[in-house]
């Protein structure tokens, strides 16, 4: 064991309350020719002696240490487990200094809450300082600091009580002896069920006291308001603190003097509502908007026992119905704006912001059935404006010039969000996303992109073969995909995609130089040039940058373009056809040449590691 690794357990044996009284000193201050002589003197003679000793062989190794110097030396030439030892013996001997210190002061302690939240301090001090002792001693000074805890557990919740109940005349103090007996609940618990009950006596005889002197004044103020519309509110708001600070709490709800000041504020409360019946009704009455009418209950006649006064009773019920009143005079006059709205553009524009104005005139009355019919009127109106105006959102889409004009048609028209479920919208959005690919042709068509461009002699016309040229690409990727899911071919894609990187490929220009007809009617072999621009990810740099030059570069080229019914295709003429045959013969024969190289070359490497290495076969 090395000195670092010398544990506590060994340096307990050398604590100077075992060390000293047979050595005269302690271990900390001898000299290292005295450890050495009892070492040799005694040690080495006991360990000659005692068969037991011998046994004993790694803590013998230890004593042995811990007196006789060895090659590990610190510095000052002190060996290394008599440093560590040294070191050890001195936290022991702080621990036991610092517990009897302890001890001591506790021993001096007067009974009394300071006294008491001391010794709660030095218990969770404790566990450190025993932690160098043996643990033989632990259980005794655990007992011995608990049980003066324990001691001092009645003259403490006393204390505690007594100076909570000399600062309970004020409300502040009211608050402190009602929160006391759950903030100190082990001090109660721990008393005594009758101690307990005495200071629990103590604080409800101070709270008594304190709450009668504190409803003299809540008493003046209960009835303090004018009999009028301020007087109910100031009313509502003086009661609704009233009821913060005693109603809500069992300690003190049930007083006398509190339920007096209760019984006080109500009996004012229901004379000044009665007296303001006149004014309550004619504020209802006068109500232009749903707004209104709920104020006069939200304002005056607010407080959960209002509605036990037959005319706080009668005024709900006028407000309610002046509620209904209005929405029904509203509503009406709105469903007929929304039945008057044209199934045009201008309908569709005025429809789409209406839940703006629905949301700021009914947004609290959303749930009335009122609101709702109306709200499911306006989606059946706004969905029949939509399908009438579908045709002139369609050809405004159709025509529009930029991305920003379309972004700015479905401002105007389409912005409700009610659409959200709506199929036409749903195809307007495909409209829109079908322009936009359509602008895109300003940039690609070498003529440009020409609006309603008529057909020659029936011939596909340049958008005509650019969007049939561009789907022959798709078809082309996509089969490139499908070649990908066969196990072998998969693999020497996966690996050529490693290398040139993983490409997508668009047209970046197309130019139609001329058709004629092929066959039949529908059909012409045409020739055209087109660019494509390739962006790749990943793969190697050099490669990468080769197929975006492979790609990138103009050509001409020629193929089919026949009209199947709904949209012009291009397909491969019959020398391309001829010669994808050939190129994939002559890639299918150079992958089997290829193939049978790879599996002689494996199977001679088989055979010679089963023949074993040269001179095992010699």
């Known amino acids: 064991m090395s000195a670092p690794e010398l544990s506590m357990h060994y340096a307990r044996l050398f604590d100077d309350a075992h060390f000293v009284p047979y050595f005269g000193k302690p271990y900390s201050e001898m000299e290292i020719s005295e450890l050495e002589d009892i070492g040799r003197n005694t040690i080495m003679r006991c360990k000659k002696a005692s068969p037991e000793f011998k046994q004993a062989s790694a803590s013998m190794d230890v004593l042995l240490k811990s007196f006789l110097a060895t090659r590990q030396a610190t510095s000052d030439r002190t060996p290394a487990t008599q440093a560590s030892l040294k070191l050890k013996t001195g936290i022991i001997r702080n621990a036991r200094a610092e517990l009897n210190l302890l001890r001591d002061e506790v021993e001096r302690m007067q009974p009394g809450i300071a006294a008491y939240e001391r010794i709660v301090d030095i218990q969770k001090r404790i566990p450190a300082l025993l932690d160098p002792i043996w643990p033989s001693e632990h259980t005794g000074l655990i007992s011995h600091f608990e049980n003066k805890r324990i001691s001092f557990v009645g003259p403490a919740l006393t204390d505690l009580v007594d100076q909570a109940v000399a600062r309970g005349s004020d409300w502040n103090g009211l608050e402190a002896l009602r929160q006391l007996p759950e903030q100190k609940k082990q001090l109660f618990e721990q008393a005594g069920s009758g101690h307990a009950k ?159 104005t629905f949301q700021a005139q009914y947004g609290s009355d959303r ?160 020739d055209y040039t087109l660019k494509l621009d390739v962006k790749t990810e990943g793969g190697m740099k050099e490669a990468s940058a080769f197929m975006q030059s492979f790609f990138v570069m103009p050509g001409n080229t020629t193929g089919y373009f026949t009209h199947n019914g709904s949209k012009w295709v291009r397909s491969d003429t019959e020398a391309q056809i001829e010669t994808d045959a050939r190129n994939a013969r002559e890639q299918s024969e150079r992958f089997a040449r290829e193939s049978k190289e790879l599996h002689d070359r494996g199977t001679e490497a088989l055979h010679d590691y089963l023949r074993g290495p040269p001179s095992v076969r010699q």
């Open 198 to 356: 005495a200071q629990m006596d103590k604080i409800r005889n101070q709270q008594a006291i304190t709450l009668s002197n504190l409803m003299l004044e809540e008493a003046i103020a209960a009835k303090n308001f004018p009999v009028s519309l301020v007087g109910l509110e100031k009313g509502s708001l003086w009661y609704q603190s009233f009821h913060e600070k005693y109603l809500k709490h069992a300690e003190y709800n049930q007083h006398p003097s509190v339920t007096k000041v209760d019984k006080i504020f109500w009996e004012k409360r229901n004379a000044t509502i009665n007296a303001s019946d006149a004014e309550l009704s004619a504020l209802v009455a006068a109500a232009k908007t749903t707004k209104d009418a709920r104020n006069v209950v939200d304002e005056y006649l607010w407080l959960y026992q209002d509605e036990q006064n037959p005319v706080a009773q009668k005024i709900k019920k006028n407000a309610s119905a002046a509620v209904d009143r209005i929405l029904i005079s509203s509503t009406q006059a709105d469903k007929q704006k929304l039945d008057r709205m044209p199934g045009n553009l201008d309908g569709l524009h005025a429809s789409a912001f209406w839940h703006e």
């Open 367 to 526: 749930e009335h059935p009122l609101v709702k019919a109306l709200e499911k009127h306006f989606i059946e109106r706004r969905n029949a404006i939509v399908a009438a105006s579908k045709s002139a959102v369609t050809k405004e889409i159709s025509t529009a010039q930029s991305s920003y004009d379309i972004d700015e048609i479905w401002r105007k028209y389409l912005k409700s969000p009610y659409d959200q479920t709506s199929l036409i919208i749903s195809d307007l959005k495909e409209i829109s996303i079908n322009r936009l690919e359509r602008l895109k042709l300003k940039s690609i068509l070498a003529g440009g992109l020409i609006e309603n461009e008529k057909s020659k002699n029936g011939e596909p016309t340049e958008e005509n073969m650019y969007f049939a040229a561009e789907g022959y690409i798709r078809t082309g990727l996509s089969g490139m995909e499908a070649v990908k899911q066969i196990p072998i071919l998969g693999e020497f894609a996966n690996i050529s995609e490693r290398i040139t990187g993983k490409q997508s490929v668009n047209i970046g220009y197309f130019k139609k130089n001329g058709c004629q007809p092929a066959d039949h009617k529908k059909r012409y072999l045409c």
